[in-house]
Nanobody, 120 residues
Framework: QVQLVESGGGLVQPGGSLRLSCVAS????????MYWYRQAPGKEREFVAR????????????TYGDSVKGRFTISRDDGKNTVFLQMNSLKPEDTAVYYC?????????WGQGTQVTVSS
């Protein structure tokens, strides 16, 4: 059974930083791309970042939503079955519940989410 558990959210002032973690289990983590999404109150869930599986030869690839490019960085540690989201220069509009996601076969898995609040 695929399980994703996020952590690292909290309250931070504008301009601050947070690092989110998502620990995965129930599948061969290194073979799958991983995603971060977020959902703010009253808004639809929004794509934040994607990281490819760890390739044997060429480098890993990352993709970001336009609203976070240049401020957020996604990374992964296959030895710990963990994907990270480093968030810098946080803005009030980054306030949302952040979710980890992956797609294994025909199944899509979501974590429970972690709340990030950016406020002075």
């Amino acid at each position: 059974q695929v399980q994703l558990v996020e952590s690292g959210g909290g309250l931070v002032q504008p301009g601050g930083s947070l690092r989110l973690s998502c620990v995965a289990s129930g599948f061969t983590f290194r073979m799958y791309p991983m995603y971060w999404y977020r959902q703010a109150p009253g808004k639809e869930r929004e794509f934040v970042a994607r990281i490819s599986m760890t390739p044997r030869l060429n480098g890993m690839t990352t993709t970001y939503g336009d609203s976070v490019k240049g401020r957020f960085t996604i990374s992964r540690d296959d030895g710990k079955n963990t994907v990270f989201l480093q968030m810098n220069s946080l803005k009030p509009e980054d306030t949302a519940v952040y979710y980890c996601n992956t797609r294994v076969g025909s199944s899509e898995a979501w974590g429970q989410g972690t709340q990030v609040t950016v406020s002075s």
